[in-house]
């Protein structure tokens, strides 16, 4: 294995940094919530070559899923090799013995369970939602006497001792920077060298547009010469690198470019050794495909890895969409930006479901009711789709979902041009809503008790219909104002009217340019506030609810309790802003408070009351809702004033206004009535930390694959990550490491780095 350097830079800069114990805010506590994901019986229905598909498909997803951890923060591959070492040579039981031999008591040993489970959970020492850095719960020198002295420690001293010298004040470091993913001087982040601002990340953006090339699988790396000129390297993932290829639409864009004043130089390979085990299950994947479009899927994938190509991975999303209500379903590459501190970047993810059959047939009659539903939606018919493209809507039981986090539904793919012409699809992922959002009583914060028992029993149905409302109707809606290379428009300019203005359009969004682009570090997050309007608008459809088999009372009660804890969900929103960097480390948290926000400025649709907890006296906050009089009524009414500017901003590209718009609602102050900074003192008083979920993995025994499943607990979690690599674990970790060694210069400090480099 590739040892690392011993007092390398992460760990010089991370020891003086290392101080007392966290406090809870960065830490994951002993008794967090563990589930496992249960898909036994939907994998039970698979046929044998179903299943063989699906393994393959999931091999591809848990190597390519390793790349979260490059992309996360500079010491994470570390860590995780180390754990990995560890749990390798000793199961959690095992040496669970060994710790108490080395007086660490059980309390700090579960500890530790549950910090390593966390960071197989995660990808990362970064919490997957928030942002936030996680460090373990118990003293650094005891831990380390673990490590040291582990069976892995001995059977390979000098691996164990370099990963540890590396790593392990950086485990602990919580120097301010550190404490959160961000650019610059607001966190730490290795989409960008750890030199990079804002500002580069602008320039950059700006020439991948001129140059027409995606921001969603690249990194960027700046130095500065010593004249002071700033050299910008626009790194591609991919397996190949700088051997010679044939000729493709990738090979004439890897070249050096002259951009404003700055050199660029486009290269790729990033993540070559993990790309490269991506393929090959793919490969493998293709002979057990059930058509041809999975298999052109699967073969614009391949090419898209192989190449660094975004254009090949948009063909194979085509295909991908038009692979109606497959048995099996997939998806995977790098999709999600909500990591990026820019906004650009996508995050590697992969998943394998199978279809609820159940469930999904709710979801097709909900898009059979789509085209009439839009026509419900508070703006102008020149602000929908011309057309709308009938998606693919399924309830799916998870096998596999490699990357940083679990969602509860998806709506993919992320390219606008794809979503506007030729479609997309939802699914809502069933077996994740039951284990993600079970709920206990006696750990319901901020709800009046009248309101618990309805919550418990309503939360979950009422998800269904809001998920449902939000990917299809949500994500599914709504037309961008395009002038293309050519200078036609999509749009009439003469007799379509701003609704906001009463003007003519005075902007949309030209050649090269896309939502994400324009909009950069709000982009996600509108565009989710977007999609949770329409939810909550629509939810108050009385065809909506019979859909998913509610009437009279319980229909209202699913509008209710939805509303409710949407309202809820901003007031816990506030654990994930930092009043001291004035940010928000969760986007999708800040849709859940801008909500809020404009729930308590517009109307009394909420009320905010103090009461006084008897068990520690300390003041509680409740937010009740004031029901049946004021949701049909303000509620609605409010939201049909809201959703039309929100789209009219998004459709005519209109950045400032957008800004204006969201900054406006996002803002946390102690300004009265909201007073929301004193409320973010109360909620991080009774913050729970989200679920860790443990995922079975696949086995091919022969020609038969098998099903392997884990209990729900840290120490199962940890077991199902020690057995997800059984063939090359040692081989990863030495791959991780090695390419986690090749661009640690780049995290330097200014005043560590040699002569010519910032």
């Not at 390297?233 to 990738?250: K, N």
């Not at 393929?279 to 994938?301: D, F, G, I, P, R």
């Not at 404009?598 to 907890?613: F, I, V």
């Amino acid at each position: 294995m590739g040892e690392p350097e011993a007092g390398s830079e992460f760990a010089i800069r991370a020891a003086a940094a290392a101080g007392p114990m966290a406090d809870t805010q960065y830490i994951l506590p002993n008794d967090i919530g563990v589930s496992s994901l249960d898909c036994r019986e939907a994998f039970r229905l698979l046929s044998p070559t179903e299943r063989l598909y699906a393994h393959h498909l999931s091999r591809a997803a848990w190597y390519g899923g390793l790349a979260v951890l490059l992309q996360t923060s500079p010491e994470a591959p570390y860590i995780y090799a180390l754990l990995s070492r560890l749990f390798r040579a000793q199961d959690p039981d095992q040496l669970r013995q060994h710790a108490l031999a080395e007086g660490l008591t059980e309390e700090e040993y579960q500890a530790f369970l549950v910090y390593a489970a966390g960071v197989y959970s995660n990808m990362g020492n970064y919490k997957s939602f928030g942002d936030t850095k996680f460090v373990p719960n118990l003293p650094k020198e005891k831990l380390e006497r673990v490590i040291l002295g582990s069976k892995a420690a001995q059977q390979h001293p000098e691996e164990v001792r370099g990963l540890w010298q590396t790593c392990g004040e950086l485990m602990f470091s919580l120097e301010s920077r550190l404490r959160h993913l961000g650019l610059g001087k607001e966190g730490i982040t290795t989409y960008f060298s750890g030199n990079c601002t804002m500002e580069d990340a602008k320039l950059a953006q700006d020439f991948l547009d001129s140059q027409n090339l995606s921001a969603y699988n690249t990194r960027l790396f700046k130095e500065v010469d010593q004249d002071g000129k700033p050299h910008y390297e626009v790194r591609l993932a991919s397996v190949l690198g700088t051997e010679p290829s044939l000729d493709t639409e990738m090979t004439s864009k890897l070249k050096s470019y002259e951009f404003q004043g700055s050199d660029f130089r486009v290269t790729r390979g990033d993540y070559a050794p993990i790309l490269q085990k991506v393929v090959e299950h793919l490969e493998k994947a293709k002979t057990y495909a059930a058509n041809s479009h999975q298999e052109q899927m699967l073969a614009q994938y391949i090419e898209s890895f192989t190449q660094g190509s975004i254009e090949a991975h948009k063909k194979g999303s085509r295909f991908w969409i038009q692979d109606k209500g497959p048995i099996v379903e997939s998806y995977i590459g790098f999709i999600e930006s909500y990591r990026d501190p820019f906004g650009s970047r996508g995050e590697f993810e992969g998943f394998v479901a199978m279809v609820n059959k159940a469930m999904s047939a709710k979801f097709e009659w909900l898009v059979a009711s789509a085209e009439q539903l839009l026509k419900e939606l508070p703006w102008p018919p020149a602000f929908e789709k011309d057309k709308f493209l009938t998606p693919d809507f399924t309830s799916l039981d998870v096998l596999t979902f490699a990357g940083s986090g679990i969602p509860a539904g998806i709506n993919i793919p992320n390219y606008d041009d794809l979503r506007q012409t030729e479609g997309f699809k939802n699914v809502s992922l069933g077996n994740v809503l039951a284990v993600a959002y079970a709920t206990q009583r006696e750990k319901l914060t901020f709800l009046e008790e009248d309101d618990k028992d309805l919550y418990i029993r309503w939360k979950g149905p009422s998800f269904d219909v809001q998920v449902g409302l939000h990917e299809l109707l949500g994500h599914g809606s709504g037309k961008l104002f395009v002038q293309d290379e050519k200078g036609a428009f999509n749009f009439d300019q003469e007799t379509v009217i701003n609704p906001e203005t009463g003007e003519q359009i005075q902007s949309w969004y030209r050649s090269g340019e896309t939502w994400d682009s324009k909009f950069s570090t709000i982009a996600s997050s509108y565009e989710e506030c977007r999609a949770e309007s329409v939810g909550l608008y629509l939810c108050l459809n009385p065809q909506v609810l019979e859909i998913f088999g509610f009437e009279g009372a319980d229909a209202e009660d699913v509008i209710y309790v939805n509303w409710l804890n949407m309202v809820r969900a901003g007031l816990l929103a506030l654990e994930f802003y930092t009043p001291e960097a004035t940010s928000w480390r969760q986007k999708r948290m800040t849709i859940r408070l801008i909500i809020l926000s404009s729930a308590l400025k517009k109307a009394k649709t909420t009320t905010t009351t103090n009461q006084t907890n008897k068990q520690n006296g300390r003041t509680d906050k409740r937010t009740e809702i004031q029901r049946r009089q004021t949701i049909r009524s303000i509620g609605k009414k409010k939201r049909k004033k809201a959703n039309p500017r929100i789209q009219v901003l998004k459709s005519t590209g209109d950045v400032a206004g957008g800004r204006a718009l969201y900054e406006g609602y996002a803002a946390v102050t102690d300004a009265p009535p909201e007073c929301f900074l004193s409320l973010r003192d109360t909620v991080l008083l009774r913050k729970e930390s989200r679920k860790l979920i443990v995922q079975p993995n696949t086995r091919l025994e022969g020609s038969e694959v098998q099903l392997l499943e884990y209990e729900a607990s840290a120490a199962g979690l940890i077991q199902s990550f020690s057995e997800r690599f059984p063939e090359d674990g040692p081989e990863l970790e030495e791959i991780l490491t090695q390419l986690a060694s090749a661009d640690a210069r780049f995290w330097k400090r200014p005043c560590e780095a040699p002569s010519g480099q910032a």
